[in-house]
């Protein structure tokens, strides 16, 4: 079984072009020969002699890959979804807008297949197995092939031991300050409120939950504290006579109880003995 079929193989995350090594992007590769062994330098003209040269990368850093290539004229409107290739020119070079190359990029999970590889040749004739025919584009036939691609493994951020410590430690971080909006209310007039009302009421207001809910109101709010005067013990003077009434209280035994308590139930035990009386049968004859 093939690598390509196994799906070991880095998907196409750009194509560009570029005037030659130099502008060509260091994670870029540069086909500089085509597949039949000729110079793959795409000329505007045949008077000009700089010319430019298509290049491709496998960079899986940005997360985005090439799903498709499609090759349109300049009186076709580009394919939703799709856009044109970037250039890396030097100042004066310009790429021809006769035809063009559109490449179809997507994030690498949203798709299975991908560009796997692109390649050129200058003869029309020639076939390359398991590619896909693009077009002609200055002179030569631009192929690609798609299939499955690998993701790359992800690696492990390492970490750092002092934050690991500190999830570790028993310390609870301290609780957030409350927001305060930045444009409060303008304050009331003292000459309506008493100085120590409007205290009172600033206060109240630093207490209230800033979101206006009702979590932090309860039906004791406001409600001042007192002990009634009947249990007051220091008020009414009953101190003496509650510390007089625990010394008289008794702790009796369980000897003591049962001598209290004790019951030995005689009444029940001779009502229990009676005999009740009997009617002899002589004395029912004589009655009839």
């Given at each position: 079984?093939?690598l390509m079929?196994?799906?070991g193989?880095?998907?196409?995350?750009?194509?560009a072009?570029?005037?030659?090594t130099?502008?060509?992007?260091?994670?870029?590769?540069l086909?500089s020969?085509?597949?039949?062994?000729?110079t793959?330098n795409?000329?505007r003209?045949?008077g000009?002699?700089?010319?430019?040269?298509?290049c491709?990368?496998?960079?899986?850093s940005?997360?985005?890959v090439v799903?498709?290539?499609?090759l349109i004229?300049?009186k076709?409107?580009i394919?939703?979804?799709?856009c044109y290739?970037?250039?890396y020119?030097?100042p004066?070079?310009?790429?021809s807008?006769k035809k063009?190359?559109?490449?179809?990029?997507?994030?690498?999970?949203?798709v299975?297949?991908?560009?796997?590889?692109i390649k050129?040749t200058?003869?029309?004739k020639?076939?390359?197995?398991?590619?896909?025919?693009?077009?002609?584009?200055?002179?030569y036939?631009?192929?690609?092939?798609?299939?499955?691609f690998?993701?790359?493994?992800?690696?492990?951020?390492?970490r750092?031991?002092?934050?690991?410590?500190?999830r570790?430690?028993?310390?609870?971080?301290?609780?957030?300050?409350p927001?305060?909006?930045?444009?409060?209310?303008?304050?009331?007039?003292?000459?309506?409120?008493?100085?120590r009302?409007?205290?009172?009421?600033t206060?109240?207001?630093?207490?209230k939950?800033v979101?206006?809910?009702?979590?932090?109101i309860?039906?004791?709010?406001?409600v001042?504290?007192?002990l009634h005067?009947?249990?007051?013990?220091?008020?009414n003077?009953?101190?003496?006579?509650?510390?007089?009434?625990?010394?008289?209280?008794?702790?009796k035994?369980l000897?003591?109880?049962?001598?209290e308590y004790n019951?030995?139930?005689?009444?029940?035990?001779?009502?229990?003995?009676?005999?009740?009386?009997?009617v002899?049968?002589?004395?029912a004859s004589?009655a009839?």
């Amino acid at each position: 079984m093939s690598l390509m079929e196994h799906g070991g193989v880095r998907p196409i995350t750009a194509v560009a072009w570029t005037s030659n090594t130099g502008t060509c992007p260091k994670d870029f590769t540069l086909i500089s020969i085509t597949e039949d062994g000729a110079t793959a330098n795409f000329t505007r003209s045949f008077g000009m002699k700089s010319g430019y040269y298509l290049c491709y990368s496998k960079d899986m850093s940005g997360g985005m890959v090439v799903s498709d290539i499609q090759l349109i004229s300049d009186k076709d409107s580009i394919p939703h979804g799709y856009c044109y290739m970037a250039e890396y020119l030097e100042p004066k070079a310009s790429v021809s807008k006769k035809k063009r190359v559109c490449v179809q990029v997507v994030p690498v999970g949203s798709v299975d297949t991908a560009v796997l590889d692109i390649k050129l040749t200058a003869k029309s004739k020639m076939m390359l197995q398991h590619y896909t025919y693009v077009g002609d584009v200055h002179g030569y036939v631009l192929w690609c092939r798609k299939g499955h691609f690998s993701n790359p493994i992800p690696q492990a951020k390492p970490r750092s031991v002092s934050l690991d410590l500190h999830r570790l430690s028993l310390e609870q971080p301290s609780a957030p300050l409350p927001l305060r909006p930045s444009n409060p209310p303008p304050p009331l007039p003292h000459s309506k409120l008493s100085q120590r009302r409007s205290s009172l009421h600033t206060k109240d207001n630093l207490d209230k939950p800033v979101d206006s809910s009702m979590q932090g109101i309860t039906a004791l709010d406001g409600v001042p504290f007192s002990l009634h005067p009947k249990f007051d013990v220091q008020a009414n003077g009953a101190a003496f006579q509650l510390n007089s009434q625990l010394n008289n209280i008794r702790i009796k035994s369980l000897q003591d109880i049962e001598n209290e308590y004790n019951y030995t139930f005689v009444v029940e035990e001779s009502a229990a003995k009676r005999t009740r009386p009997t009617v002899t049968t002589g004395a029912a004859s004589s009655a009839q």
